[in-house]
């Protein structure tokens, strides 16, 4: 089927003429729902490039909608079963002249030609960009009284979420020779110290089990039980690589601002030499004149460090990814590499939608956290929580099977590190509670070790077991290497 402007389908149109539509757009429209509903194996191929908001046509964004409900419950949309699904009610309204049963006929019985499909997916995604850009812009074409700086923002702002919103990874072709050729460049530039700097996450030991850094477009899942360190680890990350002068990106889905900050500075004032619990920097009027200026100073030390805390409860992975877009935006504008994003935390990113099992709303983070490394070209660490199963195990070390939507993670990651502080269960033991002094001196022994288990690693080995010290007061990790050179 053409996309031409000169050949558009001769059905009718709800809610319009042919002149007063983007003809083209309902074109588009007609043709991908028929290969749809003729070939219902086209679908997977294109759901990830448009859904049923993007559709011109309310009929259209109705029939999608559907598509997608009956493809995600595991149900062939084919024309007779969206037609079942309809309704006879529905399926004999009118529709411009006929009964929209029969314009569904006739749009599923068109020829269709399926690899076709993503094209006209694509040109239905870039009308609705379009449209939404049109949305944005209307108030200063239509005049009135403006502050142009906000209008500029504002607008930009619309344009990183527009962009953002069609997140995916592009398949790229490549002959083995091509690839090898790529990866004989990028040796002889390591060689020279012409390669890509990567930024360090300050835990040397780890980033050597990973390939030496945190990779670019690589997924990185680190899990651990509630006070295991995720939120002190993924801090620590983000704030390491803006001390090296690339951006970071800190989604926090549970703490404030100012609750992210004053952990910063609490580690920062470690590497100073100077003990200040980030609680007690948080605890208003805690602290003494001199320690308020120790915490002043070493803030505008920082000043200028490119990292960004997004701040804003629950939120869905496609506002993190268009929010994450606008910040990466920013950073480039400035020149700014982008080092990381940090999502803390997995399971309390908002579903775009219901979904019977929460597996399936867990799927959709970790697809739409390793589409952002993708896209973004970037590492992303996906915090994440295990369930309670290994409080009932003697050796309380967290593997795979016990984070929650284990499978979803561990398919999509290229790395999953687990957290474990052995301190946190001899603490909550009833000999440490009734004062055993054997426990108190087993909890002073490992009050500070961090064990970062690597259990999932297509850098380097799995099953590696990094062990680092751990201030979880001071919000500070530091490699032991780092320690012992003191």
Same mark, same amino acid.
């Given at each position: 089927?053409?996309?031409?402007?000169?050949?558009?389908?001769?059905?009718?149109?709800?809610?319009?003429?042919?002149?007063?539509?983007?003809?083209?757009?309902?074109?588009?429209?007609?043709?991908?729902?028929?290969?749809?509903?003729?070939?219902?194996?086209?679908?997977?191929?294109?759901?990830?490039?448009?859904?049923?908001?993007?559709?011109?046509?309310?009929?259209?964004?109705?029939?999608?909608?559907?598509?997608?409900?009956?493809?995600?419950?595991?149900?062939?949309?084919?024309?007779?079963?969206?037609?079942?699904?309809?309704?006879?009610?529905?399926?004999?309204?009118?529709?411009?002249?006929?009964?929209?049963?029969?314009?569904?006929?006739?749009?599923?019985?068109?020829?269709?030609?399926?690899?076709?499909?993503?094209?006209?997916?694509?040109?239905?995604?870039?009308?609705?960009?379009?449209?939404?850009?049109?949305?944005?812009?209307?108030?200063?074409?239509?005049?009135?009284?403006?502050?142009?700086?906000?209008?500029?923002?504002?607008?930009?702002?619309?344009?990183?979420?527009?962009?953002?919103?069609?997140?995916?990874?592009?398949?790229?072709?490549?002959?083995?020779?091509?690839?090898?050729?790529?990866?004989?460049?990028?040796?002889?530039?390591?060689?020279?110290?012409?390669?890509?700097?990567?930024?360090?996450?300050?835990?040397?030991?780890?980033?050597?089990?990973?390939?030496?850094?945190?990779?670019?477009?690589?997924?990185?899942?680190?899990?651990?039980?509630?006070?295991?360190?995720?939120?002190?680890?993924?801090?620590?990350?983000?704030?390491?690589?803006?001390?090296?002068?690339?951006?970071?990106?800190?989604?926090?889905?549970?703490?404030?601002?100012?609750?992210?900050?004053?952990?910063?500075?609490?580690?920062?004032?470690?590497?100073?030499?100077?003990?200040?619990?980030?609680?007690?920097?948080?605890?208003?009027?805690?602290?003494?004149?001199?320690?308020?200026?120790?915490?002043?100073?070493?803030?505008?030390?920082?000043?200028?460090?490119?990292?960004?805390?997004?701040?804003?409860?629950?939120?869905?992975?496609?506002?993190?990814?268009?929010?994450?877009?606008?910040?990466?935006?920013?950073?480039?504008? %400035? =020149?700014?590499?982008? &080092?990381?994003?940090? !999502?803390?935390? /997995? @399971?309390?990113?908002? *579903?775009?939608? #219901?979904?019977?099992?929460?597996?399936?709303?867990?799927?959709?983070?970790?697809?739409?956290?390793?589409?952002?490394?993708?896209?973004?070209?970037?590492?992303?660490?996906?915090?994440?929580?295990?369930?309670?199963?290994?409080?009932?195990?003697?050796?309380?070390?967290?593997?795979?099977?016990?984070?929650?939507?284990?499978?979803?993670?561990?398919?999509?990651?290229?790395?999953?590190?687990?957290?474990?502080?052995?301190?946190?269960?001899?603490?909550?033991?009833?000999?440490?509670?009734?004062?055993?002094?054997?426990?108190?001196?087993?909890?002073?022994?490992?009050?500070?070790?961090?064990?970062?288990?690597?259990? %999932? =690693?297509?850098?380097? &080995?799995?099953?590696? !077991?990094?062990? /680092? @010290?751990?201030?979880? *007061?001071?919000? #500070?990790?530091?490699?032991?290497?780092?320690?012992?050179?003191?």
């Amino acid at each position: 089927m053409s996309v031409g402007a000169d050949n558009v389908v001769p059905f009718p149109i709800a809610g319009g003429t042919a002149d007063d539509l983007p003809r083209v757009t309902i074109e588009c429209e007609q043709a991908l729902i028929g290969c749809v509903l003729s070939q219902p194996h086209v679908f997977p191929v294109v759901q990830t490039l448009v859904s049923a908001e993007h559709f011109h046509e309310p009929a259209h964004r109705e029939v999608w909608a559907l598509i997608e409900m009956m493809a995600a419950a595991g149900d062939v949309p084919n024309l007779p079963r969206v037609l079942a699904a309809i309704g006879p009610k529905a399926a004999e309204r009118d529709f411009g002249g006929i009964t929209f049963k029969r314009y569904l006929i006739q749009v599923a019985t068109t020829l269709c030609v399926p690899l076709h499909a993503p094209d006209h997916a694509k040109a239905i995604q870039n009308y609705w960009q379009l449209r939404e850009l049109a949305a944005a812009t209307a108030d200063v074409r239509e005049g009135g009284v403006m502050v142009p700086s906000q209008a500029l923002a504002r607008i930009y702002a619309r344009v990183d979420e527009v962009r953002a919103s069609f997140v995916e990874r592009r398949p790229v072709s490549a002959t083995l020779d091509e690839a090898g050729d790529d990866l004989v460049r990028e040796l002889e530039a390591g060689l020279k110290g012409e390669g890509r700097h990567l930024p360090a996450s300050g835990i040397d030991s780890m980033d050597q089990e990973i390939g030496g850094a945190p990779q670019p477009s690589n997924l990185i899942v680190v899990a651990g039980r509630t006070s295991m360190g995720k939120s002190i680890f993924g801090t620590e990350v983000a704030g390491n690589m803006a001390e090296q002068g690339f951006g970071s990106i800190y989604h926090s889905l549970e703490m404030s601002k100012r609750q992210v900050a004053a952990r910063l500075v609490s580690s920062a004032l470690e590497r100073r030499r100077v003990r200040l619990p980030f609680g007690l920097i948080m605890k208003r009027g805690a602290l003494t004149p001199r320690q308020a200026q120790l915490v002043s100073d070493c803030l505008h030390e920082m000043r200028g460090q490119p990292l960004t805390i997004e701040d804003g409860g629950r939120r869905s992975m496609l506002e993190i990814a268009a929010s994450s877009e606008r910040v990466a935006n920013a950073y480039a504008r %400035k =020149n700014i590499p982008l &080092g990381s994003i940090v !999502i803390d935390h /997995a @399971h309390i990113v908002r *579903a775009s939608r #219901a979904f019977n099992r929460e597996d399936e709303g867990l799927k959709e983070v970790a697809d739409g956290a390793l589409a952002l490394a993708k896209h973004l070209d970037v590492p992303v660490f996906l915090l994440a929580q295990c369930n309670r199963q290994t409080e009932g195990r003697e050796d309380k070390r967290p593997g795979l099977a016990d984070i929650r939507g284990a499978g979803a993670f561990e398919e999509n990651a290229d790395t999953v590190c687990f957290l474990y502080r052995p301190a946190y269960y001899v603490e909550r033991s009833q000999k440490f509670r009734d004062g055993d002094a054997a426990a108190h001196e087993e909890f002073e022994r490992v009050r500070n070790d961090l064990e970062i288990i690597i259990d %999932k =690693n297509r850098a380097g &080995g799995p099953n590696q !077991i990094v062990r /680092a @010290h751990c201030d979880v *007061a001071l919000n #500070a990790i530091r490699p032991l290497s780092r320690l012992l050179g003191d």
